[in-house]
Nanobody
Framework: QVQLVESGGGLVQAGGSLRLSCAAS????????MGWYRQAPGKQRELVATITSGGTTNYADSVKGRFTISRDNAKNTVYLQMNSLKPEDTADYYCNARVFVVGRTSTWGDYWGQGTQVTVSS
């Protein structure tokens, strides 16, 4: 019903920057919060940043001042600008969205992208 497609991951040296994008498509009536999470090898998935439809943001302490989340509501797209990257930022990054889906049964649901890999070399 809803697809989230991420892009923008890759390999970068420490101190470098990357910009992740995540576009939502499907039977979308509206999207509430959108966010980015990450999972490093052998670790649990953790929150990176979230943003509400009104633009209120929330960040993990580990990325405050370095990462910026933003969204384009007209395009159902969320972005994550990552600056001053560190080796400990290496992980698979996942997009999440809380979506009101229209159909035979219209309801809110949480959807995830397939993940995009970010590798930061020292």
């Amino acid at each position: 019903q809803v697809q989230l497609v991420e892009s923008g991951g890759g390999l970068v040296q420490a101190g470098g920057s990357l910009r992740l994008s995540c576009a939502a498509s499907g039977r979308i009536f509206s999207i509430n919060a959108m966010g980015w999470y990450r999972q490093a090898p052998g670790k649990q998935r953790e929150l990176v940043a979230t943003i509400t439809s009104g633009g209120t943001t929330n960040y993990a302490d580990s990325v405050k001042g370095r990462f910026t989340i933003s969204r384009d509501n007209a395009k159902n797209t969320v972005y994550l600008q990552m600056n001053s990257l560190k080796p400990e930022d290496t992980a698979d990054y996942y997009c999440n969205a809380r979506v009101f889906v229209v159909g035979r049964t219209s309801t809110w649901g949480d959807y995830w992208g397939q993940g995009t890999q970010v590798t930061v070399s020292s």
